[in-house]
């Protein structure tokens, strides 16, 4: 189903209980500067900016990044993108919680002193006042939750952040529960947007964590959607791993998305990708669009092509029937959900 960004026309879903509106497909950004191994740039700022103008011609308005991400390269081109441009049009989310600095243990994790720095230091490369949503990047034990949610809480009040986020918490629901619980009874803002991991093949989060999450009004934004580039099909049973070479040498993929658990239920994907004109990706996003506790996956692209693949999932209309089967081609850990 080859279309251009211009025929794809992404439609507005609610952000949870925020009163946001976001693209039923946000874009994100975790490429942007990225360097390889090898010392290469997956994503240089022309490509970057060119990615940006082809999720905007496909009416996204929804940015995803994080103040490591380039080590903050991303970041400083998303807000020279938007110069120019009606800042009110997007929304723009980030994250913090990763070391920057080698040798200072302070400047990681969601201590106080490390939000407020990396705050002001993220808004000053984004070129704006606030962010939308401000995610941490992962659960920091060494901050006890009281300390977490009051220094998030001052950001709110300062305007310099919107709304809060968790990231990465898929198997601890009870955390975020507990962190808004705490909000709650001091009248502070609690977690309203989650991004798990989530996919056809990852499947972890059903149960406590997606029932708490309708239960509570949250709004649930998946990353790695294709499953680590599994479910896109560029793999196969009988090849072994084919493409990138550096994912070939990890024993952990293997492990985790090259068995035949995984395989059959690709065999169950390409057979309704066939039956709806459809990429294997395309049908992937399409079953997490249609999956009932997902607000909206994030989708990433080297090329402003694979960009535009992806994006045209949101055309796709899937029957129950189909997405019944894709549900069933591999149990979660958890039935009915």
Same mark, same amino acid.
């Not at 940006?52 to 009416?59: H, I, K, R, S």
């Not at 968790?166 to 619980?181: E, F, L, Q």
């Not at 402003?304 to 979660?332: F, H, P, W």
């Given at each position: ?155 709110? =009040? ?6 809060? #986020? $968790?990231? /990465? ?7 975020? &529960?507990? +962190? ?100 294997p990706a395309q049908v ?7 999956? =009932?506790?997902?607000t909206a996956p994030i989708? #990433? $692209?080297? /090329? ?7 994006? &045209?999932? +949101? ?23």
């Open positions: 189903m080859a279309r251009s960004s211009e025929e794809i026309d992404l439609d507005f879903v609610p952000l949870g209980r925020t009163g946001l509106h976001t693209s039923e497909l946000q874009f994100g950004t975790w490429r942007f500067g990225k360097e390889t191994e090898e010392g290469n740039v997956e994503i240089g700022e022309a490509r970057a900016k060119e990615l940006l103008d082809a999720y905007e011609a496909a009416g996204g308005r929804y940015i995803d990044t994080a103040d490591v991400y380039g080590g903050g390269d991303s970041e400083r081109w998303i807000g020279e993108w938007l110069d120019g441009r009606d800042r009110e049009r997007f929304t723009v989310a980030s994250k913090i919680y990763w070391q920057i600095r080698e040798g200072d243990p302070n400047s990681g994790g969601t201590n106080r002193k490390n939000i407020r720095h990396r705050i002001d230091a993220l808004l000053d490369r984004l070129d704006t006042d606030y962010v939308d949503v401000l995610y941490i990047h992962r659960w920091d034990d060494a901050t006890t939750t009281r300390e977490l949610m009051k220094t998030l809480n001052g950001l709110i =009040e300062s305007g310099k952040v919107h709304y809060l #986020g $968790a990231s /990465t918490m898929r198997p601890n629901a009870w955390k975020v &529960a507990r +962190a808004n619980a705490i909000a709650d009874s001091e009248g502070w803002e609690p977690f309203t947007v989650l991004q798990p991991r989530y996919n056809l093949v990852d499947r972890e989060i059903e149960g406590d964590y997606l029932e708490m999450a309708r239960q509570r009004g949250l709004a649930v934004c998946p990353w790695s959607p294709l499953g680590q580039g599994f479910l896109t099909g560029k793999y196969s049973r009988e090849d072994g791993l084919e493409g990138d070479s550096r994912v070939a040498e990890s024993s952990r993929f293997r492990e985790a998305y090259l068995t035949d658990e995984n395989f059959d239920l690709h065999e169950e994907l390409d057979a309704v990708a066939e039956e709806v004109d459809a990429t992937a996003l399409a079953w997490l669009i249609h999956r =009932e506790g997902v989708v #990433g $692209a080297r /090329t402003v092509e694979q960009l535009t693949e992806n994006l &045209a999932a +949101a055309t796709i209309d899937l029957s129950d029937e189909q997405v019944d089967r894709l549900t069933e081609a591999k149990a979660g850990p958890y039935d009915g959900l």
